[in-house]
């Protein structure tokens, strides 16, 4: 039998691994609604890239993509995962850069994404970025 103090100490453990347990859910669950409007339904690419695992699914993504900042451009998104996008852009933008987006999939549906240049590769008729998603920056 355990003491009191033994079982006290057990359930506050337990107690604060379900609290963590239940705001990773909730951190996940806000990530997923929030980029469930622009993946599209359906399988995931499990490609690799370079040899090494991917951190996240890709999804292949048929939308419009208008850069609002810095400066103006258009392209189409290549792929979306839950940390970022693929895109394919008409002009480059340096790593590290900040940039917010409109992402346009369907005529009657946008969303405007943040995301910071993680690398950039020029293209005969254009630009290939891959962007991570970050948070809006303050007003």
């Given at each position: 039998m355990f003491a009191p103090s033994v079982f006290t100490e057990?359930?506050?453990?337990?107690?604060?691994n379900d609290q963590a347990l239940r705001y990773?859910?909730?951190a996940l669950t806000i990530a997923v609604d929030?980029?469930?409007?622009?993946?599209?339904?359906?399988?995931?690419?499990?490609?690799?890239?370079?040899?090494?695992?991917?951190?996240?699914?890709?999804w292949a993504l048929d939308a419009e993509?208008?850069?609002?900042s810095p400066g103006r451009g258009s392209g189409l998104a290549i792929n979306a995962s839950v940390g970022g996008l693929r895109i394919a852009l008409?002009?480059?933008?340096?790593?590290?850069?900040?940039?917010?987006?409109r992402?346009?999939?369907?005529?009657?549906?946008?969303?405007?994404?943040?995301?910071?240049?993680v690398w950039s590769k020029a293209?005969?008729?254009?630009?290939?970025?891959?962007?991570a998603f970050i948070e809006p920056p303050s007003a």
């Open positions: 057990r359930a506050n453990k337990a107690l604060v990773l859910r909730h929030r980029l469930s409007s622009i993946l599209p339904k359906g399988g995931a690419d499990a490609a690799l890239h370079r040899g090494a695992r991917r951190r996240a699914r890709r993509v208008e850069l609002l008409d002009r480059g933008v340096p790593i590290d850069e900040a940039c917010t987006l992402v346009r999939t369907a005529p009657d549906h946008e969303t405007v994404e943040h995301a910071r240049v293209r005969p008729d254009g630009y290939v970025l891959g962007l």
